[in-house]
């Protein structure tokens, strides 16, 4: 029954506050929370919740902001201006807008980027050394790989011919050979 009530006269109310607001051109501004904490508004029209606030503040003497939020404004204020600092020198480091400055400041921008030069040369180094030795270690990898299929191909080859290997010769070799020598000096043919 309560919850039927509530949302009934919650309904209520905030029709009254859109009839005043328009009725009577009035600056409504309504908010109800219910015993589930869940919150239901109303804001006249072209009039921003913040202007009935500090009106409200400003007639009844309470204040609505406390020190707090006076802090997170100032906090907010000081972080936008160092974002804004941020951008000018990240600007001077991009080599922009570097007329206004003086000998001092262009020295310093100078100084971090060769500090900034190093930093990078050392890990293109670090890099170059890391990918050197992974190719390394793959050439390895595919010497030994060479290494086993060739011992796996004798091996088969001498299987396929069907004969025995004695230290490292083949004595039953299926195949012909023929050898056909030519002497390296062209005057001994003549001479033959």
């Known amino acids: 029954n309560r919850q039927v009530t509530y949302s009934k006269r919650r309904n209520g109310i905030i029709k009254k506050a859109k009839e005043i607001s328009l009725l009577c051109d009035a600056q409504v501004s309504l908010v109800i929370f219910a015993n589930s904490g869940k919150m239901h508004d109303y804001c006249s029209p072209k009039t921003p919740l913040i202007n009935i606030l500090d009106a409200y503040q400003k007639q009844s003497g309470n204040r609505l902001w406390d020190a707090k939020h006076e802090n997170l404004s100032n906090e907010i204020e000081r972080v936008k201006k160092e974002n804004d600092n941020m951008q000018i020198e990240l600007r001077h480091l991009k080599g922009e807008d570097v007329q206004s400055l003086h000998h001092k400041e262009l020295m310093s921008i100078e100084s971090a980027l060769e500090n900034g030069l190093a930093c990078v040369r050392q890990r293109e180094m670090e890099i170059y050394r890391m990918a050197r030795e992974n190719f ?33 010769y083949n004595y039953q070799s299926q195949m012909p050979f023929s050898f056909r020598v030519q002497p390296i000096q062209p005057n001994l043919q003549e001479r033959i």
């Open 136 to 168: 390394a270690d793959k050439e390895r990898v595919l010497e030994d790989e060479n290494r086993s299929l060739t011992y796996q191909m004798h091996h088969l080859v001498m299987d396929i011919e069907g004969g025995e290997m004695e230290n490292g």
